[in-house]
């Protein structure tokens, strides 16, 4: 079956850097878009930043744009998103999700979801 698998989430001081990666399997991975999207407490799931499967293009919030970057390893079945000058704002759940072949910002348009990573900024 599909499974996607984040890591890389963790407690970091506001300014710094993390990288999360979310390995896939059971899929046919350069078919895929691939989506990272965050949930912080209290809040809907919102879409951070977006690959799409034929490589062309890149999508980002407004809120994350200059300070995140997506990128995707197709021989290792892999997206990462490198979050770099961190706030405490950007403290949630962060959660990959796969869509085939068609991007979309709306998060009820992806076919798979990993469980999530958490990340932790401080003040």
């Known amino acids: 079956q599909v499974q996607l698998v984040e890591s890389g989430g963790g407690l970091v001081q506001a300014g710094g850097s993390l990288r999360l990666s979310c390995a896939a399997s059971?899929?046919?991975?350069?078919?895929?878009?691939m989506g990272w999207f965050r949930q912080a407490p209290g809040k809907e799931r919102e879409f951070v930043a977006g690959?799409?499967?034929?490589?062309?293009?890149?999508y980002y919030a407004d809120s994350v744009k200059g300070r995140f970057t997506i990128s995707r390893d197709n021989s290792k079945n892999t997206v990462y998103l490198q979050m770099n000058s961190l706030k405490p704002e950007d403290t949630a759940v962060y959660y990959c999700?796969?869509?085939?072949?068609?991007?979309?910002?709306?998060?009820?348009?992806?076919?798979?979801w990993g469980q999530g990573t958490q990340v932790t900024v401080s003040s």
């Open positions: 999700a796969a869509k085939y072949r068609s991007f979309a910002r709306n998060r009820n348009e992806y076919d798979y």
């Open positions: 059971g899929l046919t991975f350069s078919s895929y878009d």
């Open positions: 690959y799409t499967w034929n490589g062309a293009s890149t």
